[in-house]
């Protein structure tokens, strides 16, 4: 099993950044596609990012540009630096590791309020 959690979410104002962090815990030798997600209030859960193990990147049209993802595949977390925020940038940010077996596992998730 595989234990995700989120952390750096908070207050913004419009324009300003966070960067959030994802760190795994227990079997981490299957992990595969890791990513974060995001659901705003009344929405669906959608894509924010992907990154492999091999560091090729997905993003999502309405934050390329904008966000950068990353990952430390030794340390067995990934993060997202999240530059020149919007209001509708605001969302619960959860972290989702998919392994080889095709499990999927999700952080609590961490709010981010970008508000002025």
């Known amino acids: 099993q595989v234990q995700l959690v989120e952390s750096g979410g908070g207050l913004v104002q419009p324009g300003g950044s966070l960067r959030l962090s994802c760190a795994a815990s227990?079997?981490?030798?299957?992990?595969?596609?890791m990513g974060w997600y995001r659901q705003a209030p009344g929405k669906e859960r959608e894509l924010v990012a992907t990154?492999?193990?091999?560091?090729?990147?997905n993003y999502a049209d309405s934050v390329k540009g904008r966000f950068t993802i990353s990952r430390d595949n030794a340390k067995s977390t990934v993060g997202l630096q999240m530059n020149s925020l919007l209001p509708e940038d605001t969302a619960v940010y959860y972290c989702?590791?998919?392994?080889?077996?095709?499990?999927?596992?999700w952080g609590q998730g961490t709010q981010v309020t970008v508000s002025s």
């Open positions: 990154v492999t193990p091999g560091g090729y990147i």
């Open positions: 227990g079997t981490l030798f299957n992990i595969n596609v």
């Open positions: 989702r590791a998919n392994t080889y077996r095709g499990d999927s596992y």
